[in-house]
């Protein structure tokens, strides 16, 4: 146990479903991401929030859409996805500080299969 | 931009010493990080460099040379639990870049 809750752990959607990822961390952290892992590819940055606003957006396709109510959780909302977007989806927070290293604490990560 | 190389895949045998490598090509830096992911898990943290030089953490260590643009993770004593992905990521100004990941596979 990292202190990083995903659901659900595994998810199949149709391409025209709407459906949402949920991250939540107990660590008291100030920085949540969303990553993609698909198979033999490295694991990708998606967003960044650091205290609750979104820093990063790596040129992720709209169907994807993010939201951090609190620091403390984050979610991804899905709609129209592709069969491409299969993969595993990581969730990892951690605590920004000037001048110090920032390790990530990760989920065990949402399984989606887009059919 | 950011480019991490690392191998694919390893084998090693129970009891041996492997030693996995990492190049990288930055914009900045900020440190580099090693993780361990057993398939079907979570990446779990092993160890940070930021200066030029080896650490060492039980069984295993890493290294880094910043002029090199190289880092390794070496791995003693090696078990069956140790089979897993080995991934090494480099910390730029504000995020973590990944590498592929080596899939290390311990055989008795």
């Known amino acids: 146990e990292t202190g990083v809750t995903q659901t659900p752990r595994h998810l199949v959607m149709g391409m025209t479903n709407k459906k949402s990822l949920k991250c939540e961390q107990h660590?008291?952290?100030?920085?949540m991401y969303w990553y993609k892992q698909s198979a033999k590819k490295p694991l990708e940055l998606m967003f960044v929030y650091n205290f609750k606003e979104q820093t990063e957006n790596n040129s992720v396709p709209s169907r994807f859409s993010p939201e951090c109510p609190n620091s403390s959780h984050l979610f991804l909302h899905l709609h129209t996805l592709q069969p491409e977007d299969s993969a595993l989806y990581l969730c990892?927070?951690?605590?920004?500080?000037?001048?110090?290293?920032?390790?990530?604490?990760f989920g065990p990560g949402t399984r989606l299969t887009v059919l | 931009g950011q480019n991490i190389d690392q191998p694919t895949e390893m084998t090693a045998t129970e009891g041996a010493i492997v030693q996995i490598n990492c190049t990288y090509q930055t914009s900045g830096f900020n440190g580099l990080f090693w993780y361990q992911q057993h398939a079907g898990e979570a990446p779990t943290f092993l160890s940070y460099?930021?200066?030029?030089g080896l650490e060492e953490k039980g069984r295993f260590s890493s290294f880094l040379s910043r002029s090199k643009g190289y880092s390794y993770l070496l791995l003693k004593e090696l078990q069956m639990k140790d089979s897993a992905s080995y991934l090494c990521a480099v910390s730029g100004y504000s995020t973590l870049t990944f590498g592929k990941g080596t899939m290390l596979l311990v055989s008795p």
């Open positions: 660590l008291g952290h100030n920085a």
């Open positions: 460099n930021v200066l030029d």
């Open positions: 990892a927070s951690s605590q920004e500080r000037r001048g110090a290293y920032n390790e990530q604490f």
